[in-house]
């Protein structure tokens, strides 16, 4: 079985490059700007261009698409206009597309699969508009909602607990660690799951503790309130998920 993992160069795309290969999967992956790394058979692909995906998603089984921007001049193109090309390219093919909590307005926390998207920024409401044209294109897609991904040494999030100097202590999230985002994604290629799920860590902490769990020294880190720009509480309940997977969605606490 061959597998297509798109933005395979980033975070949650090595990790899932190097998991699938050991469980036994051709793996393809595709990068953009970010020269790959691992083994795989890479391929240089602009998921806005129906060429470029046309090309990557030949010959293959599954798809679990993880490419985005997270701001930016073209994040609506990626986001959304990618997500979809994405999506009708796959059809029929077993997808995973990646989401985020951020389509949730934060003002209820502990959010379901159920409540309806209401994004209050420019990225939420490309994730929320990517998840309509996705459903929209490939019905039987699996939409998986999840939270911030830590886990590696250079991620993004490791990077700001050491870099940064004011954390918010009143935005709330459900962190996940990269290895159990990883094997529940592959674990759900074998599932009949169409729309949304929530892949999220089982604990909900603030950005400021979080930072802290991540090796912040509080004596020079600042705690700062939220702007209007950003959710308050998008915490998910991946209860449903829990119920479907051997993988157990640890909670930050715990693993740190």
């Known amino acids: 079985m061959r597998l297509l993992v798109t933005g395979g160069a980033g975070t949650l795309g090595r990790r899932l490059v190097e998991l699938a290969r050991r469980q036994g999967w051709d793996v393809r992956a ?123 040494p250079d991620g993004p999030q490791e990077r700001l607990a050491r870099e940064g100097r004011r954390f918010y202590v009143d935005e709330l999230r459900s962190p996940v660690h990269v290895d159990d985002l990883a094997s529940a994604l592959l674990e759900l290629l074998a599932f009949d799951a169409p729309g949304p799920l929530h892949v999220a860590g089982a604990d909900d902490v603030n950005r400021y503790d979080f930072a802290v769990l991540l090796g912040a020294d509080p004596s020079a880190i600042q705690p700062a309130q939220t702007t209007p720009d950003r959710a308050p509480d998008v915490t998910l309940d991946s209860s449903q998920a829990a119920g479907l997977l051997r993988t157990r969605l640890r909670g930050v606490r715990e693993v740190l």
């Open 30 to 152: 595709t990068w953009w700007r970010h020269p790959p790394v691992g083994r795989a058979e890479w391929v240089q692909t602009d998921i806005r261009d129906p060429e470029s995906v046309a090309l990557a998603v030949d010959g293959v089984d599954a798809v679990v698409h993880t490419a985005y921007r997270p701001g930016g001049a073209d994040e609506w193109g990626t986001n959304v206009d990618g997500a979809e090309l994405v999506a009708r390219v796959a059809a029929p093919r077993r997808l995973i597309h990646l989401s985020s909590d951020i389509v949730f307005d934060g003002t209820q926390g502990r959010y379901r699969e159920e409540d309806v998207p209401a994004p209050v920024n420019s990225y939420g409401r490309s994730k929320a508009e990517a998840e309509l044209r996705v459903a929209d294109a490939h019905p039987a897609a699996t939409i998986v909602r999840t939270s911030l991904i830590y886990g590696t």
